[in-house]
């Protein structure tokens, strides 16, 4: 199982950017998502998860700004954020878990490289 993150890039204070995260390969399912981020001299910070179903989980500081979505259809998980902020400013990396395809339905846990975001003031 191999996961992509895209759609990082360079953007003013209050503008928006929308990260994908597309899952490929012997998938069965995915369960759950999560977005999570890591600023320079930071520690890693869990932005958003969602599980399949739909119910999904913010972090704080990104709430009511941020909005996480799964397209089963498309194996892909979306991370649409908007009213950025200079502390946005990170590199952002999904995290997928779900089960594979064939028998016994495996679990498994792929991560990707990330996606820079940088926001100016």
């Known amino acids: 199982v191999q996961l992509q993150a895209s759609g990082g890039g360079f953007v003013q204070a209050g503008g928006s950017l929308r990260l994908s995260c597309a899952v490929s390969?012997?998938?069965?399912?995915?369960?759950?998502v999560e977005w999570y981020r890591q600023a320079a001299g930071k520690e890693r910070e869990s932005v958003a998860v969602?599980?399949?179903?739909?119910?999904?989980n913010y972090a704080d500081s990104v709430k009511g700004r941020f909005t996480i979505s799964l397209d089963n259809a498309k194996n892909t998980a979306y991370l649409q954020m908007n009213s950025l902020k200079p502390d946005d400013t990170a590199v952002y990396y999904c995290?997928?878990?779900?089960?594979?395809?064939?028998?016994?339905?495996?679990?498994?846990?792929?991560r990707g490289r990330g996606t820079q975001v940088t926001v100016s003031s």
């Open positions: 995290k997928a878990d779900g089960r594979t395809t064939g028998w016994g339905h495996y679990p498994y846990t792929a």
């Open positions: 390969g012997i998938i069965f399912s995915i369960d759950d």
């Open positions: 969602i599980a399949s179903g739909g119910d999904a």
